[in-house]
T-cell receptor
Framework: EAGVTQFPSHSVIEKGQTVTLRCDPI?????LYWYRRVMGKEIKFLLH????????ESGMPNNRFLAERTGGTYSTLKVQPAELEDSGVYFC???????????????FGNGTRLTVT | GNSVTQMEGPVTLSEEAFLTINCTYTATGYPSLFWYVQYPGEGLQLLLKATKADDKGSNKGFEATYRKETTSFHLEKGSVQVSDSAVYFC???????????FGQGTRLTINP
């Protein structure tokens, strides 16, 4: 079974540019989550999709961030325009059930390291 | 709101030493508690979990006990190995909530 795939693994962009991160969840997983870890601090929740719908987007920092999951498969997270404080590692995770359990654990991708200069 | 506070790192130990990484939490109700680990170049993996007070989660020689009276979930291992070098995250999920709340992570380095 393929795991959660994220790309790119690294991205270096200049302030003001646009970057799009992609996450491919495990096939069949309706639930997809985005998290972010900034500058060695805690990992923070960004948003949660159930299929193509945004279930909870309370963690999105501002309107420069746009997440989509067209067709309920892969998801993209676009940052436009990027600011210095957006630098960090962006993690994607997926699960089969809404509330992860022993039968439906939460699987994380390796993350995308974003550096804004 | 819910929050998790972890012992600050980095932590450096010699092989076979005893490990404790402290974790305390603030939450309403009865959250589920987790330890995740991120090995170099990899994603987050669930290490262990506990879903109610006094439960003990264990995996790969690591243990953590859900202590409601002290709101803690400290991670312990009796004898660490070089392969345990990683970043460890304590996390919780509230009842009825799907999202995880993480601590800031503790980088652990084990020297041979």
């Amino acid at each position: 079974e393929a795991g959660v795939t994220q790309f790119p693994s690294h991205s270096v962009i200049e302030k003001g540019q646009t970057v799009t991160l992609r996450c491919d969840p495990i096939s069949g997983h309706d639930n997809l989550y985005w998290y972010r870890r900034v500058m060695g601090k805690e990992i923070k929740f960004l948003l949660h999709f159930v299929k193509e719908s945004k279930q909870d987007e309370s963690g999105m920092p501002n309107n420069r961030f746009l997440a989509e999951r067209t067709g309920g498969t892969y998801s993209t997270l676009k940052v436009q325009p990027a600011e210095l404080e957006d630098s960090g590692v962006y993690f994607c995770a997926s699960s089969q059930e809404v509330r992860p359990s022993d039968n439906s654990p939460l699987h994380f991708g390796n993350g995308t390291r974003l550096t804004v200069t | 709101g819910n929050s998790v506070t972890q012992m600050e790192g980095p932590v450096t130990l010699s092989e076979e030493a005893f490990l404790t990484i402290n974790c305390t939490y603030t939450a309403t109700g009865y959250p589920s508690l987790f330890w995740y680990v991120q090995y170099p170049g990899e994603g987050l993996q669930l290490l262990l979990k506990a879903t109610k007070a006094d439960d003990k989660g264990s995996n790969k020689g690591f243990e953590a006990t859900y202590r409601k009276e002290t709101t803690s979930f400290h991670l312990e291992k009796g004898s660490v190995q070089v392969s345990d070098s990683a970043v460890y995250f304590c996390a919780l999920s509230g009842r009825g909530a799907q999202k995880l709340v993480f601590g800031q992570g503790t980088r652990l380095t084990i020297n041979p």
